[in-house]
């Protein structure tokens, strides 16, 4: 941040100059102020499920006081059933929403002018997963299969791959549990890697029991968890947008950094919260998180948070192929960069 | 004390090592026995609880299922009111106290074409029965898509969910018996909707923790995914599943188990899902797939064995420390008599017998020793006392011998030159005894002014007969040489008077022989003695003289007198078997041979001069051996007629007196 304003020159230096001098003659106008906090901007951000390692980044940016060294003090909404990141962001409950890009395309092309500030995962993470007693051991195989896909812009990805294939399914709805697959309801479960897939075999499953087709290696590499806000909210201020979005950025590398504190943080939310809390499962999530959201860069550091152009014309091309969606925005128009605006 | 100490230390070691040592192997066998006995009778009794607690789980479980497929089948056949659902569930509870809820929920437009949904539910709620509206009061969710709901009707079978929080339901932990209802189309049958009974997890968890296993061993419920319903540590219920805690401890051996528990199986196993060891006994709750599983806590279960145990080690240990003592002092008193016994009999063996032993006590081998110890004491001092007597005397008959040596030797000529007034003869002689007193003489002494007699003798055998003997045999020939004065009626007049009272058989080997000074004649006879040497300018040679008989063991022996003329010069040399038959140490004898080479080297040599050159010769020979027989030598040298030397083959001028 402080790289770029050095970079661009001399007529900033000047603004700046000047910015000081009407600082400083205020202050003499108002000696109190001489002596107050810095104010903190008040800013809230709902992930878009309750709390779990998926999101361990900004629970633990906020626990370890990362927010608040980028000026901000941050709530974190409640998510999970009920509380739509989206409906958060329209009704102002909330600034800020995590989401996935699918769902922020389509929210996009409703008329909702969402903006991605940051692209915290960069794969999909998405599976769809059977049983080798079912003998499903190919895409094609899962045509006219009876197939478990969650409500919303959730089956946005497998739908979208189905139709790429031509394979049509019977589609089941799915809520947050993984029984109807393994009583046998559905032949075919759509899951993520982080999440559905341990509780599979943390139900007394054998991976090698399981087919499992991760999306991203079929083509539809639809990047998720991401943060958004409305662009009215980013453009207002820009300066808080880069704050919630580098210190983030920050949370994540910490919990990567120290993974048994980033679980105890994340316990504590998942009690306060009250929802069931193992911690075995939160470990796995949290090292799939890593995985997706360093893909390639075990032990690099953190990507900046840019939403891949192609991954982005990618998502955008095959749902509007699919019917998903009219059309999709400019990806300048759909992404704001604080480093890239000044 | 040392030898005392040692013993009494190696005993308690030795002894109380291996009590010690068959008392471990006994302690841990009993132990492992016992514990062995004890897991059998464990297995047998964690089966029995494990599988009438299941059985009591499953029968409730059971019995709602059955009531719920009775509603179902009911709703399959009639048409209900809104109120006729209600009451039917109503009348349901009301019959079966352990239903918590049920539901009776449709599908979309399956209670009638204008409501999407309908599901009516009651449940109790603070005493009372409540009734609610699913499809209303499920707020995110709807009741279509809850796993209650949704499984059944896409298995198109009766299940049991797994245990949830119904939030906007009964808002409890339950478990859900779901069975779906159907109606006709066409033949074809279709779910019409789905009837449901629920169960409170609390109230299987109070039946579950009612039983008393031991003081800290438990009863745990785990649900079909593995999940544990109900366990001591609460923060267990509904977080931790049975592969959960396998992955945590990564225990591969835990998570095989949980299969096998969700499979369906049942077992025994040494396991308790913590790291305090245990066993466990898992037995299937059949109706909802669920697992019974009871913990025995392997301290407790075998406090008792290990408590005896330790009982028996705390007495073993007092029992060793007492066996120590008892040995300590059982090997004292052994040792301390063998102690006093030690030190008294150590001035006895440096030699004073007259100590006093320790009195015998017991009869014992101590006693037994004791015993022995001055039986032996006595027994020395008698025989050190003969033996002092016996060295006395044999002193005494040593000095005696000695003295006869002496008269012995006395008794031989030993004056040399033993005729200095007579130059015509040299005569030289001398005795070695092998031992004090020998059987060897010699003699030599005129009988007349011109007649010198002169002999050698060897009496068999040797010491005081063979010098008694000696004695005689010197004193008969001196005499009857004297008197006779031809060497054959000598010897044979001597013969008879030794024969006549010979009882011992005692012989000696003699020759005798007379010079005649004036004439070199000389005259001998021989008894069995050695031929003598002659030594004359020719060289030197043995005569051939006629053997003749032994002096001595038969009377009447003839013996001839021979003759020879000596010339000037010749030596007549005499020697006794002592000196051919000198051994040395190889046992070779030096031999006639020998003698005559020595005799040969100087003719000019004095008689004294040619004695001592053999004698030292046999010396050297025998190299210091000790010779078992007398060494006697006699050298006559004649040199008074003027006849020179003889030569060496001239014929000897022998004829019969």
Partial sequence: ??????????????????????????????????????????????????????????????????????????????????????????????????????????????????????????????????????????????????????????????????????????????????????????????????????????????????????????????????????????????????????????????????????????????LRAHVPANRMHQKWMLNRMRDIIMPGTAFGKLPSGTLDRKDYHDAGNAMQRAGLIGGYPDYADFTWRHDAVQ | MRFSKSIVIRMIVVITLCSAGIFAVTLVVNYLQSRSMLEMELEENARNLASSLANRVDAELVSVAKVTEGMARSLDTAEYSREGLVSLIGSMLDANPSVYGSAIAFEPYAFNKQERLYAPYLFRDEGAVKAIRLDASYRYVPYLYQDWYQIPVELQAPVWSEPYFDDGGGNATMATCSVPFYYSSGGKREVKGVVSADIRLDSLTQLISSVRILKTGYAMLLSRNGMVLTHPDSSFIMNESIFSIAEERRDPVLREMGRKMIAGESGFVHHSLTDEPGWMYYAPIRSTGWTLAVVFP???????????????????????LLLALVVAMATRSITLPLR???????????????????????????????????????????????????????????????MATDIQASLLPRIFPAFPERPEFDIFASMDAAKEVGGDFYDFFFIDDSHLCFLIADVADKGVPAALYMMVAKTLLKSEAQRLRDPGVILEHVNNILAEDNESCMFATVFCAILDTASGELIFSNAGHNPPLLVGS????????????????????????????????????????????????????????????????????????????????????????????????????????????????????????
Avoid at chain 1, 28 to 40: G, N, R, T, V
Avoid at chain 2, 314 to 320: E, F, N, P, Q, V
Avoid at chain 2, 598 to 619: K, N, T
Wanted: aromatic letters at 8%; proline letters at 4%.
């Fill in chain 1, 1 to 270: 941040m402080h790289e770029r304003q050095r970079s661009t020159g001399s007529l900033l230096f000047q603004a700046f100059s000047l910015m000081v001098v009407v600082a400083l003659l205020s202050l003499a106008a108002y000696p109190s102020l001489l002596h107050a906090e810095p104010p903190f901007k008040k800013a809230s951000l709902i992930p878009l499920w309750s709390p779990q390692a998926q999101f361990a980044g900004y629970y633990v940016a906020l626990e370890k006081g990362l927010y608040r060294r980028y000026g901000v003090e941050l709530t974190i909404l409640n998510g999970g059933s009920g509380n739509s990141p989206v409906e958060a962001l329209q009704s102002g409950r909330a600034d800020y929403a995590v989401m996935w890009l699918t769902t922020a395309l389509r929210h996009r092309d409703a008329g909702i002018r969402l903006v991605n500030i940051s692209q915290v995962i960069q794969r999909s993470s998405m599976m769809l997963i059977s049983r080798k007693s079912s003998r499903i051991d190919s895409l094609q195989g899962m045509n006219g299969k009876k197939v478990g896909l969650w409500d919303g812009d959730l089956s946005i990805p497998p739908l979208t791959l189905f139709s790429r294939r031509g394979i049509t399914i019977r589609q089941v709805p799915l809520t947050n549990t993984v029984n109807l697959f393994l009583r046998g309801g559905i032949e075919v479960t759509s899951a993520m890697w982080y999440n559905e897939y341990h509780v599979i075999l943390n139900s007394g499953v054998d991976a090698d029991e399981l087919n499992a087709v991760f999306l991203s290696e079929q083509g539809v590499n639809f990047p998720e968890d991401g943060i958004y806000g409305l662009e009215k909210t980013v453009k207002g201020d820009p300066a808080l947008a880069a704050a919630i979005a580098d210190a983030s950025r920050e949370g994540w590398q910490y919990a990567f950094d120290h993974p048994e504190e980033a679980l105890d943080i994340v316990m504590k939310y998942m």
């Fill in chain 2, 298 to 320: 392997e301290a407790e279960l075998f406090e008792n064995v290990r408590s005896l145990s330790l009982t028996m080690a705390g007495i073993g240990t007092g029992g060793l």
């Fill in chain 2, 340 to 402: 006093a016994l030690a030190s008294a009999t150590g001035p006895m063996a440096s030699g004073n017998f007259d100590v006093e032993l320790p009195a015998v006590r017991s009869n014992d081998e101590i006693g037994m020793l004791t015993s022995s110890f001055r039986m032996m004491g006595k027994s020395l001092k008698e025989y050190i006392r003969n033996l002092t007597e016996t060295t006395a005397q044999k002193e005494r008959i040593q000095s005696e011998l000695q």
């Fill in chain 2, 538 to 657: 020719g060289g030197v040679r043995y005569l051939d003289v006629k053997p003749g008989f032994l002096l001595g063991p038969v009377p009447d022996s003839g013996y001839e007198t021979e003759r020879i003329t000596l010339r000037n010069g010749d030596v007549f040399f005499l020697y006794t078997d002592g000196v051919t038959e000198a051994k040395n140490r190889e046992d070779e004898l030096f031999g006639e041979q020998r003698l005559l080479e020595i005799l040969q080297g100087d003719f000019s040599m004095a008689v004294e001069d040619m004695v001592h050159a053999v004698r030292s010769s046999v010396a050297g020979f025998a190299e210091g051996a000790a010779q078992s027989d007398d060494i006697t030598m006699v050298a006559l040298q004649y040199t008074g007629n003027g006849i020179s030397s003889s030569a060496i083959d001239a014929p000897l001028i022998i004829s019969k007196s």
